[in-house]
Structures are given as structure tokens and as C-alpha cells.
């Protein structure tokens, strides 16, 4: 069953990088933009508006992260590449092997930061702690790559030093960004969304690690947990592991 999450993971990259380098190195460079900006988008947004869906639309409360986060993914994504087509909506002319190496790499990357963005949507919905019986906190897909981390490691980095909220509170107890409001300052991002998950009694430390309860860090924490779910506290190791953030040693 792994193998063939990862080989179906693998193919559904393939898949989009033979089509968006279909459109050039031009398109594709624009396309790959157009994503890793629609990401930045939904994840500086998604949680105060899956917040405040989940205390206006009760039944939706579960779902709440998941909807907001993929629906402000794919309307960033349709207004980028709406504004894209418009600026720029003919091709730019490369030397040829500039072309096809640029489509080539411009097309992975995007499929490969599309796709990570779509497994993380997924860690955020209320299915099995386990999702498709094979990816949890641990799972590094496809094998072993962990492009799901590398993205939340990323965006990460974007909080703490690109895009930066200064606060005299600073969330980070690492101290890597300084003073910075980072998005996921315990990188527990995975380990509290898999906690939040109803379904499963796999245990979030795998490794019957204790911990007592306690409250989800700010940035990272699913709204889910705000009404029901609880995140456990985790040595600092295995948490720093879990989202590609900072390991103590």
C-alpha cells in the first residue's frame, strides 16, 4: 500500500510536469510562480478565516481548514494566472537548450510544489489519523523526498525573514527568527493535525515518548483543535523532525 501511495504521488508530478511543459519555459516558468504565490496566500490566510467559518457555520466546523486553506489555493491560483495571461500572454523565444531544460525543471518544480500543497490539504481534513492508511507525521512521501515538509520549511522561512510581523512577544522558542511572528514556532504544524484527525487511535509520538497534554502552539495549531481536538506535547526533537523546523540537539 505505501508503494503504491508513493508510485501514485510520483505519477500525478510526472503527470504535471508533461503538461505544463507543454507550454513553454516561458508558461512554465509563469505557472510555477503563480503556485508558490498562491501557496504563500492560502497559508498566511487560511487559519483566521477557517476560525471564524468554524464559529459561524457549525457544520462545517470539521472541515473548516481544509476548505479554506484549498479554496483560497485555487482562487489565488486562478487570479494569478488570470493576471499572468493578461500581462504576458504570449511566449518569450530561448535559446533551445535553455527551452527545454527551463520547461523541464519550471514544470517539476511546479508539480512538485502543487502536489505538496494538496497532501498538506489533506492533513488538514477530518479523515483517518493515518491518511490512506499509509501518510502520518512521520511519512516522508514519495519516498522519503518529504516534499510536504520541505514546503511547510519554506514557508516557514518566508514568515520568519521575507515577510516579516515583528513582535516584542516573540512565538519562537528557538529563537532562529529573532523577535519575528512565525508561522509554526514549535514545528508541530503535522504533529497537531494529525492529533486533530477523529479517526485512528495511532499515537501521535509513535514511539510511546510521553508528554501530557498541552495547548497547540499559535501559529501552526488546526481550528479543529480549538473545539474538541487536543495537541500532545512532544520532545523537541521529534517535533523540529516532523515539519523540517529547527532540532534541538
Same mark, same amino acid.
Given at each position: 500500500m505505501e508503494v503504491g501511495i508513493n508510485l501514485l504521488i510520483v505519477l500525478l508530478i510526472l503527470g504535471m510536469t508533461y503538461a505544463l511543459s507543454s507550454e513553454g519555459l516561458w508558461g512554465a516558468a509563469?505557472?510555477?510562480f503563480n503556485v508558490v504565490f498562491a501557496g504563500l496566500i492560502a497559508f498566511n490566510f487560511y487559519e483566521p478565516l477557517a476560525k471564524l467559518l468554524a464559529e459561524n457555520v457549525t457544520f462545517l466546523s470539521g472541515f473548516a481548514d481544509t476548505l479554506c486553506l484549498l479554496g483560497l489555493f485555487?482562487? @489565488?491560483l486562478l487570479l494569478l494566472r488570470l493576471t499572468t495571461e493578461t500581462l504576458g500572454p504570449a511566449m518569450v523565444r530561448? /535559446?533551445? /537548450?535553455?527551452?527545454?531544460? &527551463?520547461?523541464?525543471?519550471? &514544470?517539476l518544480g511546479c508539480g512538485v510544489v502543487t502536489i505538496a500543497i494538496l497532501l498538506l490539504g489533506f492533513e488538514t481534513a477530518p479523515v483517518h489519523k493515518k491518511i490512506f492508511g499509509v501518510i502520518d507525521y512521520k511519512a516522508m512521501v514519495p519516498f522519503k523526498m518529504g516534499i510536504e515538509r520541505e514546503w511547510l520549511a519554506f514557508f516557514q522561512y518566508t514568515t520568519g525573514q521575507i515577510f516579516v510581523t515583528h513582535s516584542p512577544d516573540s512565538r519562537d522558542p528557538f529563537a532562529q527568527y529573532g523577535d519575528a511572528k512565525v508561522f509554526d514556532p514549535r514545528a508541530e504544524w503535522l504533529l497537531n493535525?494529525?492529533?486533530a484527525r477523529p479517526y485512528g487511535t495511532e499515537s501521535i509520538l509513535g514511539d510511546d515518548q510521553g508528554? &501530557?497534554? @498541552? /495547548?497547540?502552539a499559535g501559529g501552526g495549531a488546526p481550528a479543529s483543535s480549538a473545539s474538541g481536538g487536543n495537541a500532545n506535547s512532544a520532545d523537541p526533537k521529534i517535533v523540529g523532525a516532523a515539519a523540517g523546523g529547527v532540532v534541538l540537539p
Open positions: 509563469l505557472m510555477f485555487i482562487v @489565488a530561448f /535559446p533551445t /537548450p535553455i527551452y527545454h531544460l &527551463g520547461r523541464l525543471f519550471f &514544470g493535525h494529525q492529533e508528554g &501530557g497534554a @498541552a /495547548p497547540a
